[in-house]
């Protein structure tokens, strides 16, 4: 090896730990930011998820008053309906949530962690929650 190959390899050698160094800082910030938004949607899906519950359990409690009446069986469906507004409003309050995408907005935080991580899984690198 000649005196400007040396020099060359020397350079080279001296330039990786920068090279590391700032692809370590790219990947630091980009888990700080990743950090940062998800954490950012956990106060947004904490309330969707509670209004969730709160409905489902107001249409199952709904369903248990309109199922165990004893007039459900003896008039029409939209008159038994119309008996149980409870029941009713609740229920199309629990399909409108639905159309509206409530389920995405409830996994949301975990929907994007899956998405990082399998992009991320195409360059050997991975991600934690």
């Given at each position: ?22 692809n ?23 309330r ?15 369903a ?16 038994s ?11 199309i ?37």
């Open positions: 090896m000649n005196s400007l190959e040396q020099a060359e390899a020397q350079r080279v050698v001296s330039l990786i730990p920068v090279v590391v160094s700032g370590c800082q790219d990947l630091k910030a980009f888990e700080r930011r990743l950090t940062e938004y998800i954490h950012c949607l956990q106060p947004a899906t904490g969707w998820r509670m209004l969730l519950i709160v409905v489902s359990v107001c249409t199952a409690t709904g248990w008053n309109w199922l165990i009446d004893p007039e459900t069986q003896k008039v029409s469906f939209f008159t309906l119309w008996n149980h507004p409870f029941f009713t409003i609740s229920c309050t629990l399909i409108g949530l639905f159309f509206a995408g409530i389920h995405k907005r409830v996994v949301a935080p975990s929907i994007i962690a899956a998405r990082c991580r399998t992009v991320l899984a195409e360059y050997n690198m991975s991600c934690d929650d």
